[in-house]
């Protein structure tokens, strides 16, 4: 099974960190106001970061390394993914 850490740009400007193993139903949770507080409150804009793990710790503990970045690093580490054509999983408006 595959595990997902993700990072969605709030409308205002601010960053939300999660992982999950369902994205596509996460970020409707996160839409609907239905997933974490704090997306309740900072309306999310788009899906901005995607990884793939295989397990649950590895997204875990990677997680964990992607909340410790200041605003400054996770722009950078947004720019540093190799960007698909259009991939469903990166860069979808919800």
């Given amino acids: 099974m595959l ?3 993700y990072i969605i740009l709030c409308k205002d400007g601010s960053f939300y960190t999660g992982y ?3 994205l596509d139903l996460r970020m409707k949770l996160h839409m609907n106001g239905k997933a974490a507080r704090y997306t309740r409150m ?4 788009e899906l901005v970061y995607v990884k793939k793990f295989s397990s649950q710790v590895e ?3 990677n997680e964990r390394r992607a909340k410790r970045l200041n605003h400054r ?3 950078k580490l947004i720019n540093s993914q190799i960007k698909p054509k259009q ?3 990166n860069r979808k408006n919800y």
């Fill in 73 to 75: 690093q996770k722009l």
């Fill in 87 to 89: 991939h469903h999983e």
């Fill in 3 to 5: 595990y997902y850490l």
């Fill in 42 to 45: 900072h309306k999310p804009k």
């Fill in 59 to 61: 997204a875990m503990r």
């Fill in 20 to 22: 999950t193993k369902n």
